[in-house]
């Protein structure tokens, strides 16, 4: 083959190779473009009351979601209520953001609640699924307290307000948002999307549903302007709680609000009988100080509180004061009854349950009285130290002591010089009946065998 034959086919070759890598080149290049377009939609779950550490979860989602310019955020939402300032907060952040928010109140069986309520209502899409219900958004006192008739009106016509205004901005139906609030009304799914003008925007059976309705649709954001949602084929981002929130959401939850006020409760006391045990105290101040973080956000009843904390007392005055058990039962009343209205509120998530309260109150009762009788008896035992330790402690004459002289004796493990009023004879039982210093001052022990035998020889 000549030369030329052979520089003919490499360049025919080199052809060849170069066309095929600029094709996967351009296949790539291609991808890559159509998978940067593809639209990112923001997902958060909000399954919590609504308090600062979920109006901080959603706030940072929503920035979040604005810094990476998502095309939606879905909050997906079932609460049974919470703090009207988080909820004012919450409803800030989806009011200021920049990407649209969608509120579902989803899967089936849940409910948004109260705070949720108004929360469905402030968001650009709202959204519920078959079988939910949103509403009950009259306002109550955050200690759980009945308010008195002058303060519940201005509460109750300022949340209303609030309703009226998130729902007119919305376009959605002013009078049963105020209702809502006024008269504790709720709304099933079709009742919200039926009315007219309608609650919520559509009912979606899951995400998938969800996005699926929200393609192609314009929507009215807070601001007036309108903008259309291109949900098709997007690309899911699940954002989660971070470690310290997560730790923050599930220490306000009813039960274990309650077992931290008992672990702080035991805590303390162990520490006020046994000073200097710093464990106790410290985990004691801390489990308290979380629990009173708890009761800031849940609706509690600070009578049931004083309660349980008056049924404490009760258990420790029968352990200090016989009663035959009169004192026992009515501490062990007062805290069961204290846990009964500890939480006021008609949610089933809030409620603590009456196997819980009698469970807990009496390993708690049962803890304080044990402890109690311990610290009794330790200060009712007969000292082991010290002067007063020496007193009354049995001991051998190593020599023989006359009266006005010193002898040596054997007691307590260690050798001490003494003296008597009376003669002892080396190898006799003596009792210490005084301490002066480093001499002691004995007499015969008259419970000592005949002979002077005793189990010192």
């Not at 008195?148 to 300022?158: G, H, I, M, P, R």
């Not at 084929?233 to 954002?239: G, P, S």
């Not at 420790?316 to 026992?328: I, K, M, Q, R, W």
């Not at 009266?403 to 493990?413: A, D, E, K, L, N």
Request: negative net charge.
């Amino acid at each position: 083959m000549s030369r030329r034959a052979v520089r003919l086919r490499v360049a025919l070759m080199f052809s060849w190779v170069t066309v095929f890598a600029i094709a996967t080149l351009a296949g790539l290049a291609q991808d890559l473009s159509s998978r940067s377009r593809r639209p990112v939609v923001y997902v958060a779950e909000v399954d919590a009351l609504i308090h600062p550490v979920s109006a901080e979860f959603i706030a940072q989602t929503i920035d979040r979601a604005d810094t990476n310019e998502a095309a939606l955020v879905v909050l997906i939402l079932r609460t049974p209520g919470g703090l009207v300032d988080s909820t004012r907060s919450i409803n800030t952040s989806i009011i200021e953001s920049e990407t649209p928010v969608v509120v579902y109140v989803g899967p089936s069986g849940t409910r948004a609640a109260s705070a949720g309520f108004l929360i469905t209502i402030a968001a650009d899409v709202s959204a519920m699924a078959p079988g939910t219900h949103i509403g009950a958004a009259h306002p109550v006192s955050g200690a759980g307290t009945a308010m008195d008739e002058t303060l519940a009106e201005k509460a109750v016509s300022d949340v209303a307000a609030y309703a009226r205004s998130l729902a007119s901005q919305r376009q959605r139906n002013v009078e049963l948002a105020e209702k809502a609030v006024t008269e504790s009304q709720s709304f099933t799914e079709k009742e919200a999307l039926e009315a007219d003008p309608p609650l919520i925007d559509l009912i979606a059976d899951s995400l998938d549903d969800l996005l699926a309705q929200l393609n192609g649709v314009e929507i009215a954001r807070w601001n007036g302007e309108t903008e259309v949602l291109y949900t098709d084929d997007a690309r899911i981002e699940l954002v989660t709680m971070n470690w310290r929130q997560e730790v923050l959401s599930a220490i306000a939850h009813p039960q274990v609000a309650v077992l931290l006020f008992s672990l702080g409760t035991l805590g303390l006391t162990i520490e006020l009988w046994n000073p200097g045990g710093i464990v106790p105290g410290v985990v004691g101040g801390l489990c308290l100080l979380l629990a009173f973080f708890a009761f800031q956000i849940l609706p509690i009843n600070y009578v049931g509180l004083l309660l349980i904390s008056f049924g404490l007392v009760l258990l420790v005055l029968e352990t200090l004061t016989p009663t035959y058990g009169v004192l026992a039962a009515g501490g062990f009343t007062s805290m069961v009854l204290g846990g009964l209205m500890l939480m006021n509120s008609a949610a089933p998530e809030l409620q603590l349950g009456l196997p819980f309260i009698l469970s807990t109150m009496l390993a708690l009762g049962a803890i304080v009285a044990f402890l109690v009788r311990l610290s009794v008896h330790a200060q009712r035992s007969r000292p082991t130290t010290g002067r007063v330790g020496m007193l009354d402690e049995v001991g051998k004459a190593l020599g023989t002591i006359v009266p006005g002289s010193f002898g040596r004796v054997s007691t307590h493990g260690e050798i001490w010089s003494a003296t008597s009023e009376e003669e002892i004879h080396a190898g006799e039982q003596v009792r210490v009946v005084d301490v002066d210093g480093m001499k002691l001052t004995v007499r015969r022990d008259t419970s000592a065998p005949p002979g002077g035998t005793s189990t010192w020889n």
